[in-house]
C-alpha cells in the first residue's frame, strides 16, 4: 500500500492535473457503484404479485456510474485542481 502512495505522490508531483483528473474519475465510479449498493440493500421490498422466492438480485447500473465517473473525470478533476492553485499558488521551496 505504501508503494501505491508513493507511486500517486510521484505522478501527483509530475503530471498534477492528468493525476487528479483520473483519480477523481476512478474514485466518483467507485463512490457510485458503492453507493447503488447501500441503496439496494436498504431496500424495502414492495407488496407485489412477485414470488417471495424470486428476489431481486443486485445488478450495477453501469450507464450510471459511467455518467458519475465522467463527471469526476470531466468536471471535478480539472475544477477540483484549479480551485485551489489559483487562490492558493504552491508555496515554492526556493
Same mark, same amino acid.
Not at 14 to 19: I, Y
Not at 78 to 90: R, S, T
Given at each position: 500500500?505504501?508503494?501505491?502512495?508513493?507511486?500517486?505522490?510521484?505522478?501527483?508531483?509530475?503530471?498534477?492535473? %492528468?493525476?487528479?483528473? &483520473?483519480? +477523481? =474519475?476512478?474514485?466518483? !465510479?467507485?463512490?457510485?457503484?458503492?453507493?447503488?449498493?447501500?441503496?439496494?440493500?436498504?431496500?424495502?421490498?414492495?407488496?407485489?404479485?412477485?414470488?417471495?422466492?424470486?428476489?431481486?438480485?443486485?445488478?450495477?447500473?453501469? %450507464?450510471?456510474?459511467? &455518467?458519475? +465517473? =465522467?463527471?469526476?473525470? !470531466?468536471?471535478?478533476?480539472?475544477?477540483?485542481?484549479?480551485?485551489?492553485?489559483?487562490?492558493?499558488?504552491?508555496?515554492?521551496?526556493?
Amino acid at each position: 500500500m505504501l508503494k501505491a502512495w508513493k507511486l500517486y505522490q510521484n505522478c501527483l508531483s509530475a503530471h498534477p492535473v %492528468k493525476t487528479q483528473i &483520473i483519480s +477523481s =474519475g476512478i474514485l466518483w !465510479g467507485i463512490g457510485d457503484i458503492a453507493a447503488q449498493k447501500i441503496t439496494y440493500s436498504r431496500k424495502i421490498p414492495h407488496h407485489t404479485n412477485v414470488d417471495d422466492n424470486e428476489e431481486e438480485k443486485f445488478k450495477v447500473n453501469w %450507464k450510471r456510474a459511467a &455518467i458519475t +465517473s =465522467g463527471f469526476g473525470f !470531466g468536471f471535478v478533476g480539472p475544477i477540483g485542481h484549479y480551485w485551489y492553485v489559483v487562490p492558493f499558488p504552491p508555496i515554492s521551496s526556493h
